[in-house]
Each structure stands twice: as C-alpha cells, then as structure tokens.
C-alpha cells in the first residue's frame, strides 16, 4: 500500500496555507510533520482524511479498496474527542465498533488501559482519559491509514508509551500513520515533511 | 486561471451591455406608463386607484421570476460550479426582495379603499409574504456565514430547497385561502382583463424585467470588484 | 443498517440521558399554553375556537427550539467527522438522526399535545384526529428541521436564523394540519392524505438536503 501526495496545496479562504508538497508512504512507514503553527498541519491531514479538497496537486492511495477514497480508509484523530459525555466508556466504544465496522472492544481498552474504567461516564474522565477513549478507535477498528493530529497532546509518560507502543504495532502489521506532532512521539519516524519555511 | 478569465470577459460584455439595456428600460417605462396611467380607463368599481394595480401585479411577477432566477444560477452553480453563478445568485436576492416588498406594499395601498383595512390575508398577498420571508433567509445565510465559500454553498442549498417549496407552499396557502373565504378580489385571470388594460401591464411586466437585468448587472459588477478586491488585499498580506 | 441502527439507538440513549430533550420541550410546550390565556383572555369559547391552531403553534415552536440538537453536539465534538469520513452514506445518517429526533421529541410531543388541548377547553371529539394530523405531520416537522439544522450548524446566531429558514417551509404541514382538525368533514380525509404526501417528499429530499449542507461545513 502507498499513500503519496503530488504537488499538493491547500488555500483556506483565498489565503494559500502551503503549497507543492510531495511525498510518498509505503506499508509500515511513519510521516511525522512538523512546522509552526499555521503551517498548515491541521490541513494537510484533513486533506488526507479526505476533509477538503487540495487547491492543487493530488493524493493518491495504491493497493487500497479501489472503490473507497484514503479518508474511508483511515482513522483521523482530531484535537476533539469524538466521544460524549453521557454515555459510558465501553458504551461510546460499542457506538464507535458498530458504526465503522469494528472489532474487538476488550482488546481497545486494554491497548489504552481504560479496561478498569468500563463503566464510568466519559463525563467522569480527565482530559488526558478522554484522549486515550480517542486514541482507542485505532485499536478498535481496523484501519490501514492512521492520520493523528497531536496524539500525545494531555497525554502523561505512560500514556504516551502506550501510544507508542499502539503505533508500533501498527506499523509492524504494514499500516501507515501520518502524525502532526510538535513534541517527540518516541519512535523514530520513516520520513519528515516540514511545512511552513525553513526548520 | 479560468476564475479570472471568465468574470473578466463578463465585465467587459456587462460594461457595453448597460447602456442599451437602460435605454430600453426607460422606453418601456414611457410606454408602459403611458399606457396605465393616461390611455387606461378607471375601473368602475374601483376608480382611479385601480391603476396601483400597475404597480403591484409585475412586481409581484419579478419577485417570482427573480427568485427562480436566483435558484437556477445556484443549480448551475452546483452542477457547472461556474464561478460567476453564486455571484449571480447572492446579487439577485436583494433586488428580488425589494421587488416582493414592493409587491406587498401597495397590495396593502390596495387594500384600504378595496376592503377597508390596510391588510388582508388574501391568499396571494399571503404567498407573497412567505416568498418574502425566504428571500430574507436566503440573504441572512450570505450574511450569517463569513468565509465566502461556504456561505456559497450553503447558500445554493437554501436557494433550492425553498425553490421546491414555493409550489407546495403556494397551494397550500391557496387551500387555506378557500376554506376560511372564497374567491380573492385581486384575481388577476388574463382572460377576463380588457385589452386596454391589459397591454400597459406586459409593458411594464417587461419594463420591470429590463430594470432587474440592469440591476443585476450593476450589482454583479460591483460584486465582482468586492472580491477582486478582497483577494488583492489578502494576496498582499500573505507578503507581508 | 447495522449501523444506522447503531446510531439511531446512540442518539435515543442521549436524548433521553442528557437534559433538552423531550422533557425541556414539553416544559416549552407547558410554558406557551400557560402564556396563551394570559395573553388572550380566559374566555372558554374564545379558547375553545383559538386551541387548534394554538396547540399546531406551539408543536411547530417546539420541534423548531430542539433542531439544533439533532447535529450540532456531535459537531462540536468531532463525531461528525468521523461520520462524513466513514464510508456510510451521509444522506442516510442524516435521515437516521432526523428520525431519532422524531422519536425523541416530535413524536411524544405530537401525541402529548392533543390532550395538554384540554387546558384550552379542545373539544373532545377534535383530539383523536388532532393526534393523527399531529402525528404524521411532526415527522415532516422533524425531517425539515433536520435541514436547517445541517444549515445553521456552525453559526453563532443559528438559533434565530434557523427559524426563518425552517419556519416558511412549515406552512403547509400548518394548513393541511389545521384542516384536518377544523375542516369540514368531507376535506378532513384529503388533508390527512396531502400531509402523508408531504411527509414522504420531505423523509426523500430532507435527507439530501442536509447531507449536501453538512457537506459544506465539514469538507
């Protein structure tokens, strides 16, 4: 599988945010990208979660379901969490499992270490809980294209080993990530891609 | 490339469009007026102030026209995306409202001497209000959503869906209209209407339709130059 | 489907655990018919006469004060995301969120209301086709508000400009409403009949509606 991206630019609201960025990613790489604020981050990963359409250029996936555009296959990580407050933690999974498709729900918690929070309502979790009931989609469902937008933002050191060890996983079975990030993930990324300006 | 192209070949074709089509307007207007308020006859009934009628019937027309004009520019702007569609569309809408208002206005002038009371919920004064309230919508949308491709986008769907509705809006009004009074005084059926009468008002109802066309260029025009204008200075502040 | 019903299942455990939902609108609903005598005036017949109309008023005020909840928390949150992401067919979890809306809310408030007629002396023999009328117009009610939520999603003032978009597109579930109850016997049964039709044009072109405009904001 290979996700690449061709001479691509993004504009938001006439202003050009970046603009002819290449790259290509096979099975098991990770893109980390890093740049300023308002580089374009953001952006280029809802591009690739098929959020918006680029100015120019294009994105292209090979060896992936020819009938489903990149987003369809991939998991987006947003800086909100996709959860609600009223439901329980496994109940916002169950919801997450059966709307996209999903898999084995024990195997999520755990991956995130909230099996011993179950129960509780989301509304009962600190910030850095509700991020790793986020993080959980990627355990959960099976997605080959993994687009993470500051995983590791509110995220304590072991948390943030967990992740570590999430997306390892995922890369060692050939899945891809791309990760906007400005701190460190702890693993050693494939590729780089730096927008906005010289490093 | 071609969103540049294509408004700029416009502008030039508007520019020397306007004048003629002004003069046209102004003639049929002499005409036109002529026509209601000199070679016409009183009504027997209604006197002198049956000529408000000249008025009121084609704006109520170009208050429909206007807003299928405006629906068709947003569906060629969903199908073609033809860049100068939504501006065709966002332009449209306030002049159509201007014409609407018109149209409820001096149905209302009409109303005092016909019924007695400055308004009556006649059925189609009724559906001329509730046009008027989608115009208004349509327009508050442009208003309400400030980055400019969204609000177009937004706005063809308002366009549309009201587009379907103003049928099924109009008859049920119509319905309602009979069950509580029948037979409206402001029925306008071409056939029953004298020829003397009924002259002044196609050359006013196309008087009407060459104002709004010129209208509309203007306002395309000055449209056009808003957004020249508006990606200059955002071109500039990107070198800052 | 499995996830249409997933969702469907979702929003009905929220609506009923979270406040807003049908409880704050049937306070609504208990608010204005409480204002209504105090503006009109007690007098049995006038009330008696006015009740129709005031309980369809007041039925088309309430659905319209909960539409923005049928989009906009899962706006916020992010989920909304994910579901245009998701290879589902945004039309249908449009369509899946305007009926959950309608089972949450329209509906409880639709067979709720003919009897709340009681408080404005309704006439008893008006109640049973009032709640039919009610019944299968609130869906249309729901679905319509459905598309100017998916409209007004991302707008501040949202809550008075959905009325003015949503509220003219209620006149004709209002005036076949009303003529179903009101009407003479013989037009009560094509009232009913036109309020179907319009109920099934809406659950067709709602849905497109709202996905395209849903679309717009998150694309």
Redesign the interface.
Known sequence: MQLSAENLACERGGRTVFSNQNFTLGSGELLQLTGPNGSGKSSLLRLLASLGEPSHGRISLAGGAPDMNPGQQAHYIAHSDASKSALTVTENLIFWRDFLGGGDLMRAMQAVNLAALADYPAALLSAGQRRRLALARLALVPRAIWLLDEPSVGLDESAQKLLAALMNGHLREGGLIVAATHVPLGLNPDKNLHLGGTP | MQQFANPTRFLSLANRALPTIWVVTIILFAIGLYGALVSAPPDYQQGETVRIMFVHVPAAWLAMLVYTVMALASAVAIIFRHPLADVAAKTAAPIGAVFCFLALATGSLWGKPMWGAWWVWDARLTSMFVLFLLYVGYIAIWQAIEEPTRAAMIARIVALVGFVNIPIIKFSVDWWNTLHQPASVLRMDGSTIDWSIRWPLLVLGLAYSFLFLALHLMSMRSEIATRKLRNLQIARSGEA | M??L???L??DL??AA??GGGVGTALGFFLTVLVLLPIGIGPDQVTLQRLAPGILWITLLLSVLLSADRIFQ?DF????L????????SLELVALTKAIAHWLSTSLPLSIAAPFLGILLNLRTEIIWPLTLAMVLGSSALSLLAS?GAS??L??R??GL?IS??V???Y??VL??G??ATT?NPE?IAPSLLILAA?TL?SLV?API?AA??LR????
């Open positions: 499995k996830l019903l997933a969702l299942r979702r455990i929220l655990r979270q928390q916020e949150d992010g989920s995301e994910i579901m245009v992401m998701a290879p589902a598309i409209l007004t991302n707008l003032r949202g400009l003015i978009l509220l003219p597109l006149v004709p005036v076949f009303m003529s009407g037009v319009i044009a072109l509606a395209a405009a717009a904001y998150l694309k």
